[in-house]
Antibody, heavy 119, light 106 residues
């Protein structure tokens, strides 16, 4: 069965950095695009970033462009999100999500990891 | 950027009711529209993709329709497990979610 397990969340000061990881299992990780999606406390969902199955293309939301970097290691079945220059408004639960084999929607999600940006 | 607007933001309904949620896109997205269900403290779950295609394992009481800029999610007979927040998402140009519709018990 598909499993996505995020880790790396925590409390960080404004301007700081954090790297999130998403360990994937139960499917051929190297065949699927992957996403990061976040949800601020009590708010809706916001797409953050996407990486193609082979890492050849990456896309970012305007709100994180230039500060966040998505990457993957297909040999380790792991997705990453490097977050730099963090702001209070980046406080959220961060989910990784797998691309559907049928179309570019998100068919499996992890349980999320909480990032809190606060002094 | 494509903006997605859902209505209503909150919906009060009873078990057995027929429920309809609307999602409007700021420009045409053809049928590149998905619906997700999210319960408190849980990850979202894919219900429908390509506006009207039911994801495997999703009960048939859920249905979607629409194309272009206007879309609907219908729950034909609301069940206790359906009280949750629902999000539409466009994937015509990158990905954008609507603000969500909370379906609560009347």
């Amino acid at each position: 069965q598909v499993q996505l397990v995020e880790s790396g969340g925590g409390v960080v000061q404004p301007g700081g950095s954090l790297r999130l990881s998403c360990a994937a299992s139960g499917f051929t990780f190297s065949s699927y695009g992957m996403h990061w999606v976040r949800q601020a406390p009590g708010k809706g969902l916001e797409w953050v970033a996407f990486i193609r199955y082979d890492g050849s293309n990456k896309y970012y939301a305007d709100s994180v462009k230039g500060r966040f970097t998505i990457s993957r290691d297909n040999s380790k079945n792991t997705l990453y999100l490097q977050m730099n220059s963090l702001r209070a408004e980046d406080t959220a639960v961060y989910y990784c999500a797998k691309e559907s084999p049928v179309t570019t929607v998100f068919d499996y999600w992890g349980q999320g990891t909480l990032v809190t940006v606060s002094s | 950027d494509i903006q997605m607007t859902q209505s209503p933001s909150t919906l009060s309904a009873s078990v057995g009711d027929r429920v309809t949620i609307t999602c409007r896109a700021s420009q045409s997205i053809s049928s590149w529209l998905a619906w997700y269900q999210q319960k408190p403290g849980k990850a979202p779950k894919l219900l429908i993709y390509k506006a009207s295609s039911l994801e495997s394992g999703v009960p048939s009481r859920f249905s979607g329709s629409g194309s272009g800029t206007e879309f609907t999610l219908t729950i034909s007979s609301l069940q206790p497990d359906d009280f949750a927040t629902y999000y539409c998402q466009q994937y015509n140009s990158l990905w954008t979610f609507g603000q969500g519709t909370k379906v609560e018990i009347k």
